[in-house]
């Protein structure tokens, strides 16, 4: 799992955010190994370079929207 990536990545957003703006970037062993306009150039370039599963994908925008997703159900609990 990409689990320590993406806590790296959470720990680092704001200073990651000041290099990389809404940026997608290519995370792996803890360090961006690249970054770029498109998501689909980023995955281009990642698994070209990366074995598939070791590395994590992520858009780098401002503020914790860019990496949490908030779900609501219309489900009533009684």
Known sequence: MLTE????????????????????????????KEAFDSFEDALGFASE???????????CSEGEEGYTQKFHSRVIFA
């Open 49 to 59: 370079n990366f074995e598939l599963g070791s590395f994590l994908v992520q858009m």
């Open 5 to 32: 990536e993406f806590e790296w990545f959470k720990t680092n957003h704001k200073e990651l955010y000041k290099q990389y703006p809404n940026k997608y970037v290519v995370i792996k062993d803890k360090s961006i």
